[in-house]
């Protein structure tokens, strides 16, 4: 039992950090909803990444074949796997990109707020898109780490669990604050990036990455905080 603990604390671990890119996704785009359907999008979309990753388990045997050669362009060996991790880093790329034009560029152009909304199906399809990319590469890396399936499927339910109690302050975190609504759209451009890369057979270590978010991420609550209190100081009275 003590022997399955280390790889299920692991997976787990991985699993949550790989999930973080999910949350931040479905959070960008459940603000382009009214506020009564937010939350039936983050968990909807949270609750179908974990049912994806359940019966991609139970297809093990089939996701094992998408690591083998389909064929060869260029002198690059191209898998199932990597297909979709490239169509998946293209569309996470395309998303970030319209999503930060509509917020930089046409913002303030009255005309454009139509089409800054998204219907909830529409919005849930894409949600789904990415899930699927999510899932695949979540539980090739997985069954990379451990044999048992047991241990996987507990660290999938954990995961969700934990995914679905930090979507609400996460996605209400990005939603107060627009600097930090930027910055994750650009966080997911770099992982659409390292998604292409991964499939070219051209791995940028996921540490680098998400160190490189981290210490963003905390630049900016730095800037933030020296901000405030410029804006919020009070004249002294003669």
């Known amino acids: 039992m003590i022997d399955s603990l280390i790889p299920l604390l692991s997976l787990i671990s991985l699993e949550i950090i790989l999930g973080i890119d999910n949350i931040i996704f479905i959070s960008i785009l459940a603000d382009r909803l009214p506020s009564e359907q937010r939350k039936k999008l983050r968990y909807w979309g949270i609750g179908l990444a974990m049912v994806m990753r359940l019966c991609l388990l139970a297809l093990i045997s089939w ?58 199906g529409k919005l849930l399809t894409e949600v789904i898109i990415l899930d699927l990319v999510f899932s695949i590469d979540s539980i090739v890396t997985a069954v990379g780490m451990v044999q048992e399936l047991w241990v996987m499927y507990t660290a999938v339910i954990v995961t ?20 930090f609504k930027i910055l994750a759209l650009c966080f997911l451009m770099m992982i659409g990036v390292s ?33 405030k209190p410029a804006s919020s100081e009070v004249l002294p009275e003669n």
């Open 63 to 120: 996701i094992l074949k998408l690591d083998h050669t389909l064929f060869t362009a260029f002198q690059i060996e191209f898998s199932g796997k990597g297909l979709i991790l490239i169509i998946g880093g293209l569309f996470l790329i395309y998303k970030s990109t319209k999503e930060i034009y509509h917020k930089t560029e046409v913002a303030k152009n009255e005309l454009s707020k139509a089409s800054k909304k998204g219907t909830f």
């Open 160 to 179: 969700v669990i934990i995914m679905l109690i930090a979507s609400k302050p996460i996605s209400d975190f990005i939603s107060k604050h627009p600097s």
């Open 195 to 227: 998604l292409i890369a991964e499939g070219f057979h051209f791995e940028i270590p996921k540490g680098y990455i998400y160190f490189s978010m981290a210490f963003a991420f905390l630049v900016d609550v730095i800037q933030m905080k020296t901000n």
